[in-house]
């Protein structure tokens, strides 16, 4: 059975940071993209970062877009999400998702939602000031 558990949510003040987990199991996890998203209330549903081994061959360097950073661990089939000062606009739910890594899911760490496969229930994020 595929599972995505993400973790790590939580509440916290502008400038502040968090570093969110997303677990995966049930499938080869270096055949895969991970991707994050992001959906705050009545908005629509962000992606922020992917990562795969396939993309960083392609595309090695930074992992980065502005205040986040997205690693993975292969050894604990982990994926992670560093966000660093924290705005009350990145109030949201976070969810990372699965997807073939030879489709066109995770392309210069960029996700393309439309490819993923398998979703996570998701983590809430909270920055109040």
């Known amino acids: 059975e595929v599972q995505l558990v993400e973790s790590g949510g939580a509440l916290v003040q502008p400038g502040g940071s968090l570093r969110l987990s997303c677990a995966a199991s049930g499938f080869t996890f270096d055949d895969y993209a991970i991707g994050w998203f992001r959906q705050a209330p009545g908005k629509e549903r962000e992606g922020i970062l992917c990562?795969?081994?396939?993309?960083?061959?392609?595309y090695p360097g930074d992992s980065v877009k502005g205040r986040f950073t997205i690693s993975s661990d292969s050894a604990k089939n982990t994926v992670y999400l560093q966000i660093d000062s924290l705005r009350p606009e990145d109030t949201a739910s976070y969810y990372c998702a699965a997807g073939w890594s030879a489709t066109s899911a995770c392309i210069a760490r960029v996700p393309d939602p439309n490819w993923y496969t398998f979703w996570g229930q998701g983590t809430q994020v909270t920055v109040y000031s």
């Open positions: 990562t795969s081994r396939r993309d960083r061959d392609t």
